[in-house]
């Protein structure tokens, strides 16, 4: 792999029993559990994490600035919500865990379904949705990079505005990465202007190349002004000592899901956005694709990452993941359950066949 190439785990936040197909262990929640899963991560080799966020599930940016405390190289990637955050204020609060840090954060900007009224937001249709999302990412990109801002969008307003305490640029890194995802036509116009990095969930090959050629041209049809467009993934991988133990177990889980017997959380049923159908419609092209991309587990709840799912031996899913960095990906977000299990077995076996 090559030497740019990042790997990140996720770690869930949930006070429900169950996570994507998992059933979940006494104090699954605590901060000591938490915290343990991000030492892990540090411990064999990854890079940080993603947080996901969701109305019903604790607060992101809290439990990603307690792991922060705890750890001395770990990296939130902190999802977050325009309409649940204002700009000014989460531009604010992610300068100072930035800070507090020593520049460990990165921030994954969600758009998809919520639940918007029980926070007291409120959306219009998907144009209108996206539009403040541009409006967001433009407005605390420039409130990391600017003072004394002002700015009067349709959704979103500052005057005078200078957020303390100002980021430190370290290398090339004027603030943190904004990752984003959506595979709508109104999502990809934000990502091709406004993301440094564009995640896509565990798509074929062709699919993946075709929506990164769409996005470069959109970069230059639209005048991106800033650095190019990096690429992420954010896939389940099945790992197991060998290929056959690998699908067994496969067909094991999604046989369990099948059944309903293998957990009852989910966060995808607000409403099927356009990157989610994708995934649940490569079911119709068979249960495997590629050469290792199991489709089955969409048919049985699987939402998200947890759509599709890499099998096979560490080297099956080694030689997977590098034909995607071959396409242009960089930043991959793998995670499978149980999570602390994975961390390490990922770690040891996965990890040092992609690290230089």
């Known amino acids: 792999m090559s030497s740019h190439s990042e790997f990140l785990w996720y770690i869930p936040n949930d006070i429900k029993a169950g996570h994507r197909g998992d059933a979940a262990g006494e104090n699954h929640n605590s901060l000591d559990t938490l915290t343990t899963q ?40 902190i999802a977050v919500r325009p309409g649940y955050w204002k700009p000014a204020n989460f531009a604010s609060a992610a300068a100072t865990l930035d800070h507090l840090s020593g520049g460990r954060l990165r921030v ?11 926070y007291g937001d409120q959306e219009g249709n998907q144009v209108q949705r996206y539009a403040r999302t541009k409006e967001f990412m433009r407005l605390i990109r420039r ?58 969930w565990g798509e074929p090959l062709d699919g993946v190349r075709q929506r990164i050629e769409r996005l470069k041209a959109l970069s230059k049809t639209l005048d991106r002004d800033l650095q190019p467009l990096e690429f992420g993934l954010r896939i389940t991988t099945l790992v197991r000592d060998t290929t056959e133990q690998a699908w067994a177990d496969a067909e094991a889980k999604v046989a369990k899901m099948a059944e309903g017997a293998a957990g009852s959380w989910q966060d995808h049923r607000h409403g099927v956005a356009v990157g989610q159908q994708r995934l649940l419609d490569l079911a119709r092209q068979g249960d495997v694709l590629d050469d290792n ?21 560490a080297a099956d899913v080694a030689r997977s993941l590098r034909k995607y960095e071959e396409l242009g990906i960089t930043h991959f977000v793998l995670s499978d359950t149980p999570y602390l299990t994975e961390i390490k077995r990922q770690g040891s076996q996965l990890l040092p066949l992609l690290l230089p």
């Open 38 to 77: 991000a030492k892990a991560l540090e411990e064999h080799g990854w890079k940080g994490a993603l947080i996901g966020t969701g109305w019903g599930r604790p607060d992101t940016f809290t439990i990603a600035t307690a792991l922060v405390a705890r750890t001395t190289s770990f990296e939130p990637l």
């Open 143 to 200: 409130l990391w990079t600017e003072e004394d801002v002002t700015f009067s969008g349709e959704h979103f307003q500052v005057a005078n505005s200078t957020v303390t305490p100002r980021l430190v640029p370290v290398g090339d890194r004027l603030h943190p990465q904004l990752y984003f995802g959506g595979a709508s036509e109104a999502a990809e116009r934000v990502a091709a202007t406004e993301a440094d990095v564009q995640l896509f």
């Open 108 to 118: 994954n900007v969600v758009s998809g379904p919520d639940q918007l009224a029980a």
């Open 293 to 313: 991309l199991y489709t089955a587990p969409g048919k049985f709840g699987g939402g998200g990452a947890g759509t599709t799912w890499l099998v096979g031996s």
